[in-house]
């Protein structure tokens, strides 16, 4: 029974910063990869951001490299998403989700409520 929280989400203007934070209860996630995903009005959800479970080497979307930064925290069993230069196309809901393994393959298991990140121009 794994449940995960994300938070941190608001209403910015383009160019802010956000710092997105999902955090698990009950088993931690110690040693699982986690990933970031995004989902906006009338679009599919789209992969942002994975990261391993050691916070070695790290996966992002193109529309997101050099702007977005994912972390953790093991010790907390939070994950976060560092969100900087966002534009309005960064809106949408945002979800954490909890690898399978350990490292970055593409598959996950649990997922998160979303936290909502809206982008004014």
């Known amino acids: 029974q794994v449940q995960l929280v994300e938070s941190g989400g608001g209403l910015v203007q383009a160019g802010d910063s956000l710092r997105l934070s999902c955090t698990a209860s009950g088993r931690t996630f110690t040693t699982y990869a986690m990933g970031w995903f995004r989902q906006a009005p009338g679009k599919e959800r789209e992969f942002v951001a994975a990261?391993?479970?050691?916070?070695?080497?790290?996966n992002y979307a193109d529309s997101v490299k050099g702007r977005f930064t994912i972390s953790r925290d093991n010790s907390k069993n939070t994950v976060y998403l560092q969100m900087n230069s966002l534009k309005p196309e960064d809106t949408a809901v945002y979800y954490c989700?909890?690898?399978?393994?350990?490292?970055?393959?593409?598959?996950?298991?649990?997922w998160g409520q979303g936290t909502q990140v809206t982008v004014s121009s």
């Open positions: 989700a909890r690898g399978t393994t350990r490292w970055i393959t593409g598959q996950y298991d649990y």
């Open positions: 990261i391993p479970w050691s916070g070695g080497t790290t």
